[in-house]
């Protein structure tokens, strides 16, 4: 789960359906990314926002660590080989 103080939205990470999901200030639960709008993601475990309207993506069922665009969901791999993400944390 990661936080954006600015919205009050929170990002949620389901993994066993390899998508992520926005849940709004009233309770709205939006799609934010998923295996179909970004190839590659299989099982999302680990999320942090960046400040630049960026939510990275650890993903421990592909090793990958996705850079995905908060607005149109749509992203690219950031790093490979990091095995099974767990936790991210960002320092401003």
């Known amino acids: ?3 954006d103080p600015e919205s009050g939205s ?16 009233n309770g709205t ?3 934010v990314t998923d295996a179909h709008r970004l190839g590659g993601l299989k099982q999302p475990t680990a999320l ?11 993903d421990a069922g592909a090793g990958k ?3 995905v665009r ?3 969901g749509t992203g690219e ?3 490979s080989g990091v ?5 991210l944390a960002w320092d401003k």
């Open 1 to 3: 789960v990661a936080h």
């Open 10 to 25: 929170l990002y949620v990470a389901d993994a066993g359906a390899a998508a992520v999901h926005r849940v709004a200030p």
């Open 29 to 31: 639960v939006t799609l």
């Open 48 to 58: 942090v926002l960046d400040g630049a309207s960026f939510l990275l993506v650890g």
């Open 65 to 67: 660590l996705w850079r």
């Open 70 to 72: 908060v607005a149109d």
């Open 77 to 79: 791999p950031a790093a």
């Open 83 to 87: 095995g099974a993400v767990g936790r």
